[in-house]
């Protein structure tokens, strides 16, 4: 079983749609939770990261943390066309240095 | 202010063959790392290297070695390439606990 589990899509949705995008983890020790943006062709970008349990905002993006279900969510409210992108969760223990990523979820904004 | 760099952006090698890939970053970061990532496998840490003078493995070093060269460059040599190499590679730096910045990725094929 991989440590970081995510459904690959593709989420297709149209214009203004909000999405949500979802992994699962499976170590405890897991302290920090990360969603990368990668466009096609292109390297990931951090999208942003939260501590814990809880959520997180930063514009038209929320990131929510349950670590009672192990369970990692990135909301994107209206969705736009730009959106479109294949968004990467990771989770980060302060155990080691091993950054663990899950396979990536494709999303599609149609406009 | 360029970020991570890597080359080159593409290569195509015959199995058996060996080449390097190239990173730099001008971000003065002391962490720097090599990932691949392949359909459906997310990232996966082949190398990282905490500070200039020191590397250690990640999940998948095999047929993998890599050179620290100075807190700027760090790179990927592959000795006798095999098919199973064929992958996108990225290079990424941070400062801190967890990769913020990856560059924009070798597309490798080994034929």
């Known amino acids: 079983q991989k440590e970081v589990e995510q459904d690959p899509g593709p989420l297709s949705v149209p214009e203004g749609a909000i999405v949500s995008l979802n992994c699962t983890y499976s170590?405890?020790?897991?302290?920090?939770f990360m969603w990368y943006r990668q466009y096609s062709r292109k390297g990931p970008e951090l999208l942003m990261y939260?501590?814990?349990?809880g959520n997180k905002e930063d514009g038209r993006f929320t990131a929510q943390v349950d670590k009672s279900s192990k369970y990692i969510s990135l909301f994107i409210r209206d969705s736009q066309p730009s959106d479109s992108a294949t968004y990467l969760c990771?989770?980060?223990?302060?155990?080691?240095?091993?950054?663990?990523f899950g396979a990536g979820t494709i999303l599609r904004v149609k406009s | 202010n360029a970020g991570v760099t890597q080359t080159p952006k593409f290569q195509v090698l015959k199995t058996g063959q060996s080449m390097t890939l190239q990173c730099a970053q001008d971000m003065n970061h002391n962490s720097m790392y090599w990932y691949r990532q392949d359909p459906g496998m997310g990232l996966r840490l082949i190398y990282y290297s905490a500070s200039e003078g020191t590397t250690d493995k990640g999940e998948v070093p095999n047929g993998y070695n890599v050179s620290r060269l100075n807190k700027r460059e760090f790179s990927l040599r592959l000795e006798s390439a095999a098919p199973s190499q064929t992958s996108v590679y990225f290079c990424?730096?941070?400062?801190?606990?967890?990769?913020?910045?990856f560059g924009p990725g070798t597309r490798l094929t080994v034929l």
């Open positions: 990424a730096s941070t400062e801190g606990s967890w990769v913020r910045y």
């Open positions: 939260t501590y814990s349990s």
């Open positions: 170590n405890s020790a897991f302290q920090y």
């Open positions: 990771a989770s980060w223990g302060e155990y080691g240095n091993k950054l663990v």
